[in-house]
Structure formats: structure tokens, C-alpha cells
């Protein structure tokens, strides 16, 4: 893995729990993780509900769009994660691929989007403190 490693998140339309997971990274890992979302069929829109679940947070992502899935993007991402959707990656070696199940958010009101979000936080927390953990404070 590079110094900055990167992390890829995949759900068929890019709409709500590869967003949200993307939202987290970014927004508990700072700039130490490079971080990228896309679908193998792209949504319109982020998941209004999506939206609103993370906007309770103190997490914006009502500007984010829907991205198409490329090989390129796998191919410069360190981490690949699939959001229990049944979407896939291109495989290559070197690759670390993980598949989280989480329920689709598609359809649903907030109400039911939140125990998604706070469940994809968990995971993400994990994963820093995995592939990129905070370096200890330097004493005086």
C-alpha cells in the first residue's frame, strides 16, 4: 500500500450506502485515506434519504452525484468494498477486496437509513484503524 492509501467503494447505483461510506471515510480519516465511490449502474441522485441521514451527522453530501464504475478506478484503489449489493470489481493482483452486507437504503425513509449509517460508520472506523491509524501525538 502506497503512504496515502486509497479506498474504493461500490454499490450498483452510487446512491446511498457507497456514498454515505465514502462520506465517513473522508470525513473521520481526513486526508490520510484518498477516497473515491462509484456503481456498475449509477442512480440520477443521491438517495434524498441518504442525504438527510448523514446531514444529521454534520456530514453534507447533498452536492455528491452518482459515478460510473471504471476499471481505472479499481485499478488505483488500494481497498475495494462492495456494499452487500451483489456488484463486483474487476480483479487485480494486489488488490484487497471486502464485500460489507448491509441492507439497501433504496426506497426507504430516514428512519431506516439511519441504523445503515451509524452500521457503515463502525465499519469504516475499522478500516482506519487498519490501513491508516492515527499517528500517536508527539510529546514534550
Known amino acids: 500500500m502506497a503512504d496515502k492509501p486509497s479506498v474504493l467503494f461500490v454499490c450498483v447505483h452510487n446512491a446511498g450506502r457507497s456514498q454515505m461510506a465514502a462520506a465517513w471515510l473522508t470525513h473521520l480519516a481526513g486526508d490520510r485515506i484518498e477516497v ?10 443521491v438517495n434524498p434519504a441518504a ?10 453530501i447533498s452536492a455528491e452525484t452518482p459515478k460510473i464504475l471504471t476499471i481505472d478506478a479499481v485499478r488505483a484503489s488500494d481497498v475495494c468494498i462492495t456494499m452487500g449489493c451483489g456488484d463486483t470489481c474487476p480483479v487485480f493482483p494486489g488488490k484487497r477486496y471486502l ?28 478500516l482506519i484503524a487498519e490501513i491508516a491509524p492515527a499517528k500517536p501525538e508527539a510529546t514534550a
Open 36 to 45: 473515491r465511490s462509484a456503481g456498475s449502474n449509477p442512480g440520477d441522485q
Open 99 to 126: 464485500d460489507w452486507k448491509l441492507e439497501d437504503p433504496a426506497g426507504q425513509g430516514v428512519e431506516a437509513v439511519r441504523p445503515i449509517r451509524d452500521e457503515i460508520k463502525t465499519l469504516v472506523e475499522g
Open 51 to 60: 442525504v438527510e441521514a448523514m446531514a444529521e451527522v454534520g456530514i453534507d
